[in-house]
């Protein structure tokens, strides 16, 4: 079961952006670095979705924009594991490949946008899981991180 404090960054930043697979795994390494695992990755998407706060897609090289996959949760994980449309998966590909890799990005859904309205800025509740490295930490005064 995913970190509710995991979740709730991982929501907030999704109400922003498309989120990347490589964005995940930077989530999760910072907030429950216990936890990472390129399968954890997996997890954590697949239990978004299975939630109903996430949407699987990515961008359309026909478009140019992002695009949902109109696939079955398990063909999209799949994707997501093993790679698509060229680019690498999460389980194959190594630290590098996985943080620049459009292999999928995630967009939140009308209920994930629900929870985070409802739920707030995870940095105001929470601090920032990113503050002693200037090169990342947000802007603005928030209390210190509580892991």
């Known amino acids: 079961m995913i970190d509710k404090t995991l979740e709730h960054f991982l929501l907030y930043d999704m109400s922003d952006d498309w989120m990347p697979a490589g964005e995940f795994a930077s989530y999760i390494r910072q907030i429950t670095p216990g936890d990472y695992s390129r399968a954890a990755v997996l997890e ?10 996430l949407e699987y897609g990515g961008w359309s090289r026909d478009t140019g924009t992002w695009k949902p996959w109109k696939v ?15 680019e690498p998966g999460v389980l194959d590909g190594t630290d590098r490949q996985l943080a620049l890799t459009e292999v999928f990005r995630a967009g939140i859904t009308p209920a994930g946008e629900r929870l985070v309205q409802e739920l707030g800025n995870p940095f105001e509740l929470y601090g920032d899981p990113w503050e002693a490295n200037p090169l990342v930490r947000a802007e603005g005064e928030f209390p ?4």
């Open 72 to 86: 079955a949760g398990d063909v999209a994980l799949e994707r997501i594991a093993n790679g698509f449309d060229g």
């Open 44 to 53: 954590v998407i697949a239990e978004l979705a299975t939630k109903g706060y």
């Open 144 to 147: 210190p991180w509580q892991p």
